[in-house]
Each structure stands twice: as C-alpha cells, then as structure tokens.
C-alpha cells in the first residue's frame, strides 16, 4: 500500500482567491483589471510557493474567473469554488468595490480580505467597508492592511501581508482539512479522563466532524480471525526486530515475563499497529482478502485508543502502536504522521489535529506530569538548575507513549527539531530509532504487559504547549503556552525521572515567561492547566493556534504569545481592544460555533 496516495485519496481543500474590483465600466473597471488579478495571482503564487499540504504537495489556489465587480460576479467565483472544493477564500483589491455586492457570503468558509495600502484607489476603504459587513452579517473576516503605503501598480506583496496572508491561510487550511472528517473512539472512556468522553456535539459544531466509535473486542476479532495483510504483517515485524531495541526490564524480578510470552506480546503489538492504521483510513489490501467493509476505514484523520484499564489489564498496551503511528516513518519507509491520542483523550487528540494541520510534522502527547522548582531539584539532586531551567521546569511524560520524532534527532539549520516527513533524512530515522528503547512496559499498570518508548527529548528546541478543554456552560477553551525543550545534567534526569516511571518517554519543557497572569511563574503555568494531558508541537505556533481558534470560535484563556502577532478576524477588535482575551471569549460566544 502507497500511504501517500491512498491515505490522502479525496485530496486536500484549495484556497479560493478572489480579486474585487470596482464595476463602473467606461473608465475605471477597465483600468484596474490588470493590477487587479496580478494581485491575484501574486497571493497565489505566494500561497503555493510557501505552503504545503500533509503529503508533501504544494497547496493550490483557484481564482476567480473575472474581477468580482458586482453580485454576479460574486456568484459564479462562488459557483467555480464550491465545483472546486475551494475551503477558504482570500479577497484580493487595490481599489473600491462595492462591499456587500462584491463579498463572500458563505458563512462556513474562513475568509480574510487584503486591502491595498495606496493612495490613488482606496483599497483600504473597501477593506473597511466590507469589514463592517461581515461583522454586521455574522460572517467574520480577517483585515489585512499593509503598514506601508504602496505606489499604484505595484504587484509586491510587502513582508507584513505576507505574514498575514500565510497566517491565515495556514489556519484556514487547517479548517478546511479536518472538515467532514472523523475522530474514531477505539474503545471507551479510559480510567475516568473527562477528555475521553467524546462530546459529539462539539466535533460537530466547532469542528464540522464526525465521530465513529469501535469496541476494542474489534482488535480481538481482526487478530483472531487474521483481518490483516499477512504480507505487510511479516515485512512490518521484520523491521521491527531488526530496528527497535528492547530496553531492559525494569519489573520487580517476581512479575518479569518470560522471553516467551514478550516474543508474543511483539507479534500483538505489531498486529495492534496494522489494525489501527486501517481501522482509520481503511486499507485497500483487506478488500483483495475479502473484507470489503473493513477496507474502507472510518475516515479518521485522528483517533484516540482506550487502553487503560480493561484492555491493557489483560493483553499488551498501546504504547508501540501508539508511538509508530504518530511517528513521520514506520516499515514503509517515511510518510506523515497519524494522530493517535492516548487513553482516548479526544480533547488532545484535537489539540495534536490542530498542531498537526498547522504544521504537518508529528506531535507529542505527554502528561503535564510535575513541576519541578528549581529548590526542590536542588533538594532532591544537589544540583541547582541554571540557564533556561532556573526558574523551574515540567516534567512531560507520557505513560508509555510518544512520537518519536520527539526525540529530537533530526536537525534544522545544526540544531535538533521536528519536520515534516519529506525534510527528514534517512540518517535521521535511524538516529530517531537509535536514540529509543523498548522497555517491557510496568506490569503492575499494565498487566498485559506490551513495549513503553523510553526516551529523552534533546533540548533547545522551540516548542509550543496547548490543551483544549470542554467547560459547561462556557464551551472549548483552548491554552497555549510557547517554551524550549530543556536538557538537564544527565545524574539530574536519571533521579527525576526515575521517581516516576523511567520506562517512559520524558521532555523537559520551560514555557516562556511574561510576568503576566498564568506566565508570571513556571508553577502559574502548571497551576492553570485544564488538565492531565497537553500537546507539544515543535516550533513558536501559538499565533497560529490563536488564529485557527479564532476561526473556530474558541476562546484563548491563556497564552504567552506576543501581541503582535495575535490576528483575529477583525470583529474581534469590536468588542473591546484594551484587553483582547476578554474580547476574545464575548466574540466567540457572539458569532458561535462555525457550524450549527
Ligand atoms: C499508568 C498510569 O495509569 C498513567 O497512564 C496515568 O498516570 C496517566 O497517564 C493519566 O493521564
Ligand atoms: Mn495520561
């Protein structure tokens, strides 16, 4: 199976580009056309050029046939879209039209409208009118307004729109891709985690997706009755005993298993990890062996797996599925990450869809376990934490779980990072496999035993934190926080980690500080997190999660980002400017959920 081509079958959302125009024929439309759509094709060329789609391809732009002078005009770019499967639309105009005949008016698309800065025809004026229809119509629409005043007939886009331009139509895209896709919930709700209560009403409202649901009796039955490739089974297996090492048992002698009984639990484990990659996005082989129904799929671009207790209480956990599938790489060589939440956190699941999208490179899941204060380090080590760390550090550790692009084996410009699957090496890959064991996972949690993936992120890597979370009454609330990975001296981390359970991946992680609310302290940040579980995306994305959030009506409660790169559609502006996070949460409650 090619996973590029199969996985991505229906294809991705295009941006629709919409150049405006001012419709008096005779004089003033006809000498505006040319500057008019070079506009056009100068964001879509820029679009293009800059963004890529999850597998690789450069995202395409549709413009509109003509000008967009009138309603008419309106209607058949809206026409050619929709055939199109445009998913967002960008307006594009250095002069005056005329707003609400020119604007679009399909409320589920994400929509921005850039205003030429210049003196000679008032693009800006119609940024501002056109504005002020969306935000009286209930159709939000980002502004984007150059600093600087450009000379007519200049088709640059200047550095500032062009930050603009890419914000918004990375978050857009994010939108438009996870529309009418689905979250499957293998299993159920795992040890009490509100998260894995998946709220559906949610996916379908904020979101626009579905929700599927299997039992875990379904892994049974496929393993039981071989609802596999056998083929893919015996090349995957292969490559695992040739490039993951098993780490050594850390079990109280008397509950270590036999060699025996871990050679099989290997076999599951593989076995766990081809069933839920089809169980998502279906397989075109099972149809070849007879099982048509289970080669479709459940058209999951995410989903979460229970584990914890009643599966992992009797067979191998889900910590090796879990941490190959949401790797950029498995037997097949390098492909994109599927995002697989642990114990069924769909609220995380969301928050690594999100960062995923935003990105296209692989997310950690963790505990936002311990807040470690710099005393109580030195209590415990002797050693007084320095640098980045001395304010204090959290201890992010899954239960047995993560990416392994985590690791922070590849490189960017000479220093570790996360990237998308087409940027890495195959001399990265095998440092990623090298840098991880396989330790047999803690049978006193989990007594089906299975494989944790111990490893240790390298630090310096900008990386940014967020967790979305359901408040009765209130909705999704999203938080945010910007920080770096940390490296600590080796004997510290040995000590640290080995009070909780060292067969686990760990990050060490320092958000950035404000002295403001929630990031006036390391231990405010910890404080204030909605829950046990946050998502960690390489690189500063926060402005990006402010704008995709936005989009999506959901408030921010805290975030370390600098003000100005925050970019909300500019209704926002007119529910107050002085504090933009209380605007922020009367907005999205105003305008709602984007799809009803
Ligand atoms: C092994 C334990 O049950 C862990 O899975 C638990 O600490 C969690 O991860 C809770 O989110
Ligand atoms: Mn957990």
């Not at 690789?56 to 026409?79: L, M, Q």
């Not at 099989?264 to 279906?282: A, F, N, P, Q, S």
Request: net charge negative; with cysteine.
């Amino acid at each position: 199976m090619i996973e590029s081509t199969y996985r991505w079958k229906d294809g991705f959302p295009k941006i629709g580009i919409r150049p405006t125009i001012d419709g008096r024929r005779r004089g003033v439309r006809e000498s505006l056309e040319v500057q008019t759509m070079n506009l056009a094709k100068a964001v879509a060329r820029l679009l293009s050029e800059q963004l890529r789609y999850p597998n690789g391809e450069p995202v395409e732009c549709v413009i509109a046939d003509t000008c967009i002078g009138g309603v008419a005009e309106a209607a058949a770019a809206a026409k050619k879209f929709n055939t199109a499967e445009v998913g967002l639309t960008i307006t594009v105009t250095p002069c005056w039209c005329y707003g609400t005949e020119t604007m679009d008016t399909d409320p589920s698309l994400p929509k921005a409208v850039w205003g030429f800065n210049g003196t000679g025809r008032p693009g800006a004026v119609y940024l501002a009118a056109v504005l002020s229809a969306h935000a009286q119509k209930g159709l939000p629409a980002f502004g984007i307004y150059g600093e600087d005043v450009q000379d007519e007939g200049d088709d640059r886009i200047p550095a500032d729109v062009q930050e603009k331009l890419l914000r918004f139509a990375r978050s857009g895209l994010a939108v438009a891709c996870m529309k009418d896709q689905a979250y499957l919930s293998m299993g159920s709700v795992s040890m009490g985690i509100a998260g894995s209560i998946v709220n559906d009403q949610f996916f379908q409202e904020f979101l626009g997706m579905r929700n599927e649901y299997i039992d875990m009796s379904e892994f049974t039955r496929r393993m039981e009755e071989g609802i596999y490739d056998p083929e893919e089974y015996e090349k995957a297996f292969a490559w695992v005993k040739e490039n993951c090492k098993e780490g050594s048992d850390n079990n109280p002698e008397h509950l270590q298993t036999s060699r025996e009984r871990k050679d099989w639990e290997w076999e599951m484990v593989v076995k766990m990890t081809l069933i839920t990659r089809d169980l998502m996005i279906g397989n075109p082989r099972l149809a070849e062996l007879g099982y048509g129904e289970e080669a479709q799929g459940h058209h999951a671009i995410v989903s979460g797996f229970h584990g914890q207790r009643q599966w992992t209480d009797h067979a191998p956990n889900g910590d090796f599925m879990e941490t190959i599938l949401n790797s950029s790489f498995d037997w097949n060589g390098k492909r994109s990450p599927y995002m697989v939440a642990t114990e069924n956190d769909s609220l995380n699941g969301i928050g690594m869809l999100f960062g995923y999208l935003l990105t296209n490179t692989a997310q950690i899941f963790a505990d936002v376990r311990t807040y470690w204060s710099s005393d109580s380090v030195e209590r415990v080590t002797g050693h007084k934490l320095e640098g980045r760390a001395a304010n204090g550090i959290l201890h992010l550790i899954n239960s047995g779980s993560a990416t392994l692009d985590g690791t922070g084996e590849q490189m960017k410009d000479g220093k570790p990072a996360m990237k998308p699957f087409w940027e890495i090496s195959d001399e990265e890959v095998e440092n990623m496999l090298k840098a991880t064991q396989w330790r047999p996972a803690s049978v006193e949690y989990f007594r089906g035993g299975g494989f944790s993936t111990d490893y240790l992120t390298r630090g310096e890597m900008p990386m940014t934190m967020a967790r979305l979370n359901l408040v009765k009454g209130l909705g999704p609330v999203l938080q945010i926080a910007e920080g770096y990975s940390v490296e600590l001296p080796e004997l510290v981390h040995e000590t640290l980690d080995n009070r909780t359970d060292p067969t686990w991946p760990t990050t060490w992680f320092v958000p950035n500080l404000t002295d403001n609310g929630a990031f006036t302290s390391v231990y405010d940040v910890m404080d204030n997190w909605g829950a046990n579980h946050g998502v960690i995306s390489y690189g500063h994305i926060g402005a990006d999660l402010i704008t995709l959030a936005s989009i999506l009506r959901i408030p921010v409660s805290m975030h370390n980002v600098p003000k100005e790169k925050v970019f909300r559609p500019r209704a926002w502006g007119l529910f107050g400017t002085e504090q933009a996070e209380n605007a922020d949460f009367r907005a999205c409650a105003n305008f709602g959920p984007l799809y009803k």
